[in-house]
């Protein structure tokens, strides 16, 4: 089942912060976050193991709440560079290490 | 290091001709999946392969066949194209043997059956 993102579009100001939220109703085994321009393929923002502590690099970190399956992707001080489509993938296990995602979050940053 | 390679990269097709999207992969990784895109749903997996000649089930296989001869390449096949299949395809492939499975796309292959 499709984990749920939130909100599904997101308008910013250089230098302001965002949060994404990203939840499934299963258990999960990691969660993936990956940003993807117009156009362009997705690409590999970071991964949250079952277990495992938040997340970071530079301003874009990350957490997992495993009780409730929730993870949510932090944008601090917002960059142009930031705008795109963030889209959580989830993992409940398994030997074909399978990624269900989200419909996505768009972010858009303006100067 | 040109990892994942998708051809062709657009191709237009009338409903009912078949055709076949080629995934490339030069990073010596045993899984490999196909994804579809389509707006507002995220992407969805078609079909995934964990090893050279096994293939299975994603989310969304009908009207698709996949077949994976050689650890590096990963083709996805469309027998009779319906308008439904216009999407844009991503392949990607992860590493089984890392722990952090990070998926590596191809560019994608925009495909548009009219």
């Known amino acids: 089942q499709q984990p749920v993102q939130s909100p599904q579009a997101v308008i910013l100001r250089e230098g302001e912060d965002a949060v994404i939220n990203c939840s499934s109703s299963k258990a999960l085994y990691s969660v993936h976050w990956y940003r993807q321009k117009h156009g362009e393929a997705p690409v590999f923002l970071m991964i949250?193991?079952?277990?495992?502590e938040q997340k970071g690099h530079e301003k874009i970190s990350a957490s997992f709440n495993e009780k409730k399956q929730q993870s949510s992707l932090y944008l601090t001080a917002s960059q142009l560079s930031y705008s795109g489509t963030y889209f959580c993938g989830t993992e409940i296990g398994g030997s074909a290490r399978q990624l269900t995602f989200g419909s996505g979050t768009q972010l858009t940053v303006l100067p | 290091n040109a990892g994942v390679t998708q051809t062709p990269k657009f191709r237009v097709l009338k409903t009912g001709q078949s055709m076949t999207l080629l995934c490339a992969q030069d990073m010596n990784h045993e899984y490999m999946y196909w994804y579809r895109q389509d707006p507002g749903m995220g992407l969805r997996l078609i079909h995934y392969?964990?090893?050279?000649?096994?293939?299975a089930k994603g989310e969304v296989p009908d009207g698709y066949n996949v077949s994976r001869l050689k650890k590096q390449n990963f083709l996805l096949g469309l027998e009779s194209a319906a308008p439904s299949q216009t999407s844009v395809y991503f392949c990607?492939?992860?590493?089984?043997?890392?722990?952090?499975?990070?998926?590596?796309f191809g560019q994608g292959t925009r495909l548009t059956v009219v």
């Open positions: 392969s964990v090893g050279e000649g096994t293939t």
């Open positions: 949250l193991l079952k277990g495992g």
């Open positions: 990607a492939s992860t590493d089984a043997l890392s722990g952090s499975t990070e998926a590596f």
